[in-house]
């Protein structure tokens, strides 16, 4: 156990070494990892926790996104001060995705809804130009800090990491409270979890504003990294990219989330040059997935090393 | 005023009419049991209690208040618990996550107090996880307290679902079918279980079940439900008596 | 005056209605089926016309053996597909079947993308365009064709249901499996056999599309959001659902995307997909209602 605890502080001290010998791209591939951590842990929280069908994660990325990108470009806000601002709209998002939840709406009936969802809110990008700047893009100025403008990769890696490991240790609590073993219980019997007087509706709209939450800080944190932002970069491809991530990486588990946005990350490095390889690989990939190691690489991990076990998602 | 009132109880499915005019009343400290043939109403009239079906008519009252039109969490809340006939536990919690996922409303602290592990916050799991490790300890199953639910036999599983029941010592227990399956010595276990927190709690509990010298045993009071009416009440020893009853579904 | 419009945009919704009752039906006798829903099925539906494009301009088949072609390989796909992919997880979780069909449907994007790479492909059409003109309706040669195909199509496995044994054995596998395996129905093969035919109907919307649409890896996306419009507006799982749902559609989408707004031509499924789940679940015709907790 505290073995578990301390790797949340050692591995991203580790992580600091490589990033002194990186060069630029390399440390953007790392940065761009990060970004997808926040997208797996907050994604994790509603599927693999709660145990929903919900198919809303790219909404929450894209309005994070945008939000940071319209108030930093409309308000001309630094950057540092629209992630808050990001992360409660995809929080609010959240709550939206969340309605039909609470009105019963379960299975794969959420997952067409939640879809919808995410697409009526791409079609929302491209429509309001001044605002999104449509499908020609959002191009945001470089990303600052306190006055401190980042420019360079590097400058950048501090300020995800930090989000990052404050985010995971953070998540990592609310999954080991009783919230965590709450969203448990729904996800296992919801009926059950009800008669312990557990209130279910306010834990699905917990789970799913905290979802938002985190993936819309992602989602400013991706503003930042690519300096522009169009509609396509949160469609169906990307859902299916974010799925992924915890698919592959293990659902439920925050150490899977970490696993899968690195595979993710650095699997279309592997195949840049082949457009179409990439998409293929992915899909082969994931149906081994559900076939062969349906709990995905952390439970292998976890049977190699306690280390990777985290409390609340067991692999047996 | 008796714990739980059930007066004028009707429950319709469209055409169907699944429980009529049932009526009847549970007090503190004793046991009824709730038998019938097959279809007879009793699972639609136990789960009307529990809040997952809705009254076409009648009321149910727990402790002066009406229930009938809360939700199954807000009862609970109020001190009504219940076990499942399929189990309806987490499989993938511990036997003790299961527990303090009984104890979950007992166990509040802020949303603050979670993410900076306030010393409250610290306190309150500390004390529910030691109430949970007695309380299994209690029923003989401490040393399977730490494994998934799953992973449990049947006989241990069923004392999970019953302790977590328990575990917020509630004023009405509901219990469905929890003898089903069992072998005879973990049955006289259970039996031995509920007759002492009855008598030594003053919980009342309310089951459904269909192995007869089980209930016999158990029950203060018996009721007879067929084709969704109440066919009869009384002790044991009255109903083993009662004609109606004997060609309802007894058979002899 | 706006009202003179009328006619036109029932026809030409109608027309596109057909397309699209079309692909939700491809849907729906797979979900009848094995209760799973295919995530991926929009991506099967562009494979159809990419695969005719290629047997057509690749192995320079004539037009119609190479639709047959294309039908008979996507009829072949599906059936590997139920048996090999998703009759081993049926009973597992449900995000494992939704991810499943996904991650296939994804991969034959790549296949798609791998074969043409960045060209926008136009299939090669059996007929030229034509129009016609009814009173001061315009009507197509490509929409009298969707209507016509799909009142044949349904006409005939019409008639396949009630008349063949196939059909009442599909019937009988409808209503429930297992009571069909318990009468030694070999549930697994018919499965195999309804996912090729849904397959194979999908690839045949898609060969329609095709005439309509230039070829897009991505389209699959669009595709597969109007079945589920359909499918939810017309009761999930219910068959004549399914064809009314498309229809009303697309009619709904040319009558909103000129009575109110242009933009209604693009979101009208997202629309109704929400409104329809919100209000009344189980749609016009279906059975399924929510969870009450």
């Not at chain 1, 819309?216 to 932002?229: E, I, P, Q, W």
Request: neutral net charge.
């Amino acid at each position: 156990m505290k073995l578990t605890r301390s790797v949340f502080w050692i591995a991203p001290m580790l992580a600091l070494i490589p990033h002194l010998l990186l060069n630029e791209y390399y440390q953007y591939l790392v940065n761009l990892t990060l970004v997808y951590v926040l997208v797996g842990v907050g994604f994790n929280i509603v599927v693999g926790n709660l145990g929903q069908l919900a198919f809303s994660n790219v909404a929450f990325f894209g309005i994070g996104a945008y939000a940071s990108g319209i108030l930093t470009t409309q308000l001309s806000m630094p950057w540092w001060m629209t992630i808050i601002p990001a992360g409660l709209a995809g929080a609010l998002a959240g709550c939206a995705a969340s309605i039909p939840a609470l009105r019963g709406v379960r299975l794969f009936y959420l997952a067409i809804m939640t879809l919808a969802f995410g697409e009526l809110m791409r079609w929302s990008y491209i429509r309001t130009p001044s605002l999104t700047g449509g499908s020609m893009g959002l191009s945001v100025p470089a990303p600052e800090l306190f006055g401190w403008v980042m420019e360079r990769e590097h400058d950048k890696f501090y300020v995800f990491l930090f989000i990052v490991v404050v985010v995971v240790i953070f998540t990592n609590r609310i999954l080991e409270s009783r919230i965590g073993r709450a969203f448990q219980a729904i996800k296992n019997d919801e009926k059950a979890a009800a008669a312990m007087a557990i209130p279910t509706s306010r834990y699905f709209l917990l789970a799913f504003a905290l979802s938002g939450f985190i993936v819309g800080v992602g989602g400013a944190m991706y503003t930042a990294l690519v300096g522009h932002l169009s509609p396509e970069a949160f469609d169906l491809v990307q859902l299916i990219q974010q799925f992924a991530i915890i698919m592959v990486g293990g659902l439920g588990s925050l150490v899977g989330s970490v696993l899968g946005a690195v595979l993710i990350t650095a699997t279309p490095e592997l195949f840049r040059d082949w457009p179409g390889f990439e998409e293929l690989m992915f899909g082969v990939v994931i149906v081994l997935v559900i076939l062969l190691l349906p709990r995905g690489l952390s439970s292998l991990l976890a049977r190699a090393h306690s280390v990777f076990k985290d409390r609340y998602y067991r692999d047996d | 005023m008796a714990l739980l009132e059930v007066a004028g109880a009707t429950v319709r499915f469209g055409g169907l009419t699944a429980v009529k005019e049932v009526a009847f009343e549970v007090e503190a400290g004793t046991v009824r049991a709730l038998i019938g043939p097959n279809g007879a109403g009793k699972t639609t009239l136990f789960r009307a209690i529990a809040g997952e079906e809705r009254l076409s008519g009648g009321s149910i009252r727990f402790q002066g208040a009406a229930i009938h039109d809360l939700t199954p969490h807000e009862i609970a809340a109020r001190g009504v618990r219940r076990t499942f006939q399929n189990g309806g536990l987490f499989g993938d919690l511990t036997a003790l996550e299961n527990i303090l996922a009984g104890l979950h409303m007992r166990t509040r602290s802020s949303l603050w107090g979670l993410l900076v592990n306030s010393r409250r916050a610290v306190q309150a799991e500390r004390e529910a996880t030691r109430k949970a490790r007695q309380l299994l300890g209690m029923m003989g199953i401490g040393h399977v307290a730490d494994q998934p639910a799953r992973d449990l036999s049947g006989g241990q599983q069923r004392m999970v679902e019953i302790v977590r029941a328990l575990a917020t010592d509630p004023p009405l227990l509901l219990l469905d079918e929890p003898a089903v399956g069992l072998a005879p010595p973990v049955r006289t276990e259970l039996l031995g279980i509920i007759r002492r927190v009855v008598e030594q709690q003053g919980i009342a509990v309310l089951l459904i079940e269909h192995a007869i010298e089980f209930v016999m045993t158990v029950s203060d009071t018996i009721m007879v439900l067929n084709n969704g009416e109440l066919i009869a009440q009384g002790t044991p020893a009255q109903v083993r008596e009662n004609r109606e009853v004997l060609e309802a579904y007894l058979g002899r | 005056m706006m009202l003179a419009l009328l006619p036109q945009l029932l026809v030409s919704g109608i027309a596109i209605g057909m397309l699209y009752a079309l692909i939700a039906l491809s849907m729906t006798i797979l979900y009848r089926a094995t209760t799973v829903v295919n995530f991926g099925h929009g991506d099967i539906v562009m494979v159809g016309a990419y695969l005719l494009t290629i047997f057509v301009v690749n192995a320079t088949l004539p037009f119609l053996p190479a639709l047959l072609a294309s039908l008979a390989v996507l009829f072949v796909f599906g059936y590997l597909l139920h048996r090999v992919f998703i009759w081993p997880i049926l009973e597992g979780p449900h995000l494992s079947l939704a991810m499943m069909a996904i991650a296939i449907g994804y991969a034959l994007r790549g296949l798609m993308r791998l074969e043409y790479g960045q060209e926008s492909v136009r299939m090669p059409r059996p007929f030229p365009e034509k129009v016609f003109f009814i009173h001061d309706v315009v009507i197509t040669l490509d929409e009298v064709v969707f209507c016509v195909v799909v009142i044949v199509l349904l006409l005939s496995s019409y008639l396949v249901f009630s008349r063949t044994r196939f059909g009442r054995i599909v019937q009988a596998m409808f209503q429930t499996q297992r009571g069909a395996s318990l009468v030694g129905i070999d549930v697994r093969l018919y499965n195999n056999l309804i996912w090729g035919a849904g397959c194979a109907l999908g690839a045949l919307g898609g060969v329609l599309l095709g005439l309509i649409l230039v070829l897009d890896p991505d389209a699959g996306a669009w595709t597969l959001l109007r079945g589920f419009a359909a499918m939810t507006l017309g009761g999930f799982g219910s068959l004549h659902g399914a064809v009314v749902g498309g229809l009303l559609i697309g009619i709904l989408e040319k009558l909103l995307g000129t009575y109110v707004s242009t933009a209604f031509i693009d979101i009208t499924c997202y629309i109704v997909i929400i409104v329809v789940l919100l209000v009344r679940p189980r749609g016009l015709f279906g059975q399924h209602a929510t969870l009450r907790i």
